[in-house]
Nanobody, 123 residues
């Protein structure tokens, strides 16, 4: 059973930056990683994903050019650097792991989830 723990959320003003981290209790180089988010009253939506090698990344159109996903396989960590934050980025951000090499944007494809970290962007 893989456990994922997110950190790095908080309150930031519009235009600011945050870096989220996700620590995995177990790591496989064959896993792909993703970030999703869920705002109040809305469904959980895809934010970004990365293949197991880190050579392919995916972003939602709403965050493209502002967010960057990365991973450190030596430390079992995946990051989400969020710049130029907007109030509409306010949500709980979840880290997810898929036990396959290829990443997807479909939340149903991910096998393990973290508990989430709150990100609040004030205007």
């Amino acid at each position: 059973q893989v456990q994922l723990v997110e950190s790095g959320g908080g309150l930031v003003q519009a235009g600011g930056s945050l870096r989220l981290s996700c620590a995995a209790s177990e790591w496989t180089f064959l896993s792909s990683m993703a970030w999703f988010r869920q705002a109040p009253g809305k469904e959980r939506e895809f934010v970004s994903a990365m293949t197991w090698k880190g050579d392919t990344t995916y972003y939602a159109d709403s965050v493209k050019g502002r967010f960057t996903i990365s991973r450190d396989n030596t430390k079992n960590l995946v990051y989400l650097q969020m710049n130029s934050l907007k109030p509409e980025d306010t949500a709980i951000y979840y880290c997810a792991l898929r036990l396959l090499r290829t990443a997807t944007m479909n939340r149903a494809d991910y096998d393990y989830w973290g508990q989430g970290t709150q990100v609040t962007v004030s205007s």
